[in-house]
């Protein structure tokens, strides 16, 4: 479809972020003069090296971590398939259950690995969010054991930006033995973020969240805690990631979460007035509800169901009027399969379908969303007209 006009208005910042100048200014060095292998003893590779183990050193400060406990890794699928995997299979190698236990909102990157393990072996149980979009205490409480080798629930959710009591959350995996992950891929830098605080055995990050690279992240895993490696080879990175490491990435992801760090008590206000300025003026329109509460939220996350409207259809109309949105987790678009998220939330199919995911980040302003809350009303009205369904539900006003 031509798009009419040439504005772009991106409010898509969960699904990934510009990389920011001052990030990749960070980055060129390392991506020309500063070339060298990071693993190899001449000056060249020394320098790499330095320019690794500097960031290495930002990073773990940022989050709490001891320096060996940071792992670079290839981004947040990889190291929640690498921390899903490799603990649960060396906590059993270790004499611990064939027992994990993960959300039923989870990325896919940690269901799947999940699901894969439950094909080869280990007995998976779900815990479930509950309607508000959180992953409370009790509920995990009911379905440890005590042999349980991993628990893995997401500090917040990518559709619903809901946060979870993650301290909570590992104190009661550690009851009862078990190895506590996190996939902490939406929070990093919105909230302070600190390894020894929360308590947890590992998390996951990624760089394309933070105005940072694509396909650079970090696993953090706490000393001791058992990991049989997902990539081997060469045996970078403590022989817990094999690879050439990616320095410029590397660099990229801690000046990225500086900034982040840096900003956030003045961005985390700002986004989140832009939020529900956002929110305001979609609920003005009827029959539409916002998705997961707001007490534990993120600051730039809305989720709202738009009943009577095919989601992607929507995104199509605002696509064409150069606003990017999302209708579900931007790593399953072109799936036509409703939300697993929505869907575990309690939202029955056909609302699901009519989900739309506003995400604000650095670069949003109060006209861009001021252009949004313009554009939205009559493409919703255009498509409940021509939607049966909706004259179904509601007659045929909108
Ligand atoms: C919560 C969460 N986990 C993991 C990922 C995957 O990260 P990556 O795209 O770096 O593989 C994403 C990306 O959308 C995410 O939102």
Not at 58 to 76: D, H, S, Y
Not at 118 to 124: C, M
Request: glycine share 12%; hydrophobic share 40%; net charge negative.
């Amino acid at each position: 479809m031509a798009q009419e006009e040439s504005r772009t208005i991106y409010l898509d910042y969960a699904a990934t972020t510009p990389v920011d100048a001052r990030v990749l200014e960070a980055m060129l060095p390392f991506m020309s003069e500063r070339y060298g292998n990071a693993n190899s003893l001449y000056a060249l590779g020394r320098d790499a090296y330095r320019g690794l183990e500097d960031a290495r050193e930002r990073v773990a400060a940022l989050i709490g971590a001891n320096v060996p406990e940071v792992v670079f890794t290839g981004g947040g699928s990889e190291g929640d398939n690498a921390a899903v995997l490799g603990i649960s299979r060396a906590a059993v190698t270790r004499g611990r259950g064939a027992h994990i236990v993960v959300s039923g909102f989870e990325h896919k990157a940690v269901l799947e690995p999940a699901e894969y393990l439950g094909k080869h072996g280990f007995e998976v149980s779900i815990v479930m969010p509950r309607p508000d979009g959180v992953v409370y205490a009790d509920d995990l409480r009911a379905v440890m054991r005590p042999d349980t080798a991993l628990v893995s629930v997401m500090h917040a959710n990518n559709e619903l930006g809901t946060v979870m009591p993650i301290k909570e959350l590992a104190a009661v995996a550690h009851e009862s033995g078990a190895y506590f992950h996190t996939d902490a891929v939406q929070v990093l830098g919105k909230v302070a973020w600190d390894a020894k605080d929360l308590g947890v055995d590992a998390a996951t990050f990624t760089g394309h969240k933070i105005y940072g690279p694509k396909g650079v992240g970090v696993m953090y895993l706490k000393r001791g805690t058992p990991y049989e490696a997902l990539i081997m080879g060469g045996g970078q990175e403590g022989k817990r990631r094999s690879g050439t490491q990616n320095v410029a990435g590397a660099v990229g992801f801690a000046r990225a979460l500086e900034l982040m760090e840096e900003e956030r008590e003045t961005e985390n206000p700002r986004e989140t007035a832009l939020r529900d300025r956002a929110i305001q003026g979609i609920l003005a329109m009827p029959n539409t509800a916002l998705n997961g509460t707001l007490d534990a939220h993120l600051p730039g996350t809305a989720n709202l169901v738009i009943k009577g409207v095919e989601g992607e259809a929507m995104l199509l109309q605002l696509d064409n009027r150069g606003i990017a949105v999302s209708t579900g987790s931007a790593c399953s678009s072109g799936s036509l399969e409703p939300s697993h998220v929505l869907l575990a939330i309690g939202c029955p199919p056909e609302i699901a379908h009519g989900s739309l995911r506003l995400t604000i980040g650095r670069f949003t302003t109060t006209e861009d969303i001021d252009y949004f809350l313009d554009v939205l009303p009559p493409i919703i009205e255009r498509l409940r007209a021509m939607s049966p369904v909706y004259a179904r539900m509601f007659g045929n006003g909108s």
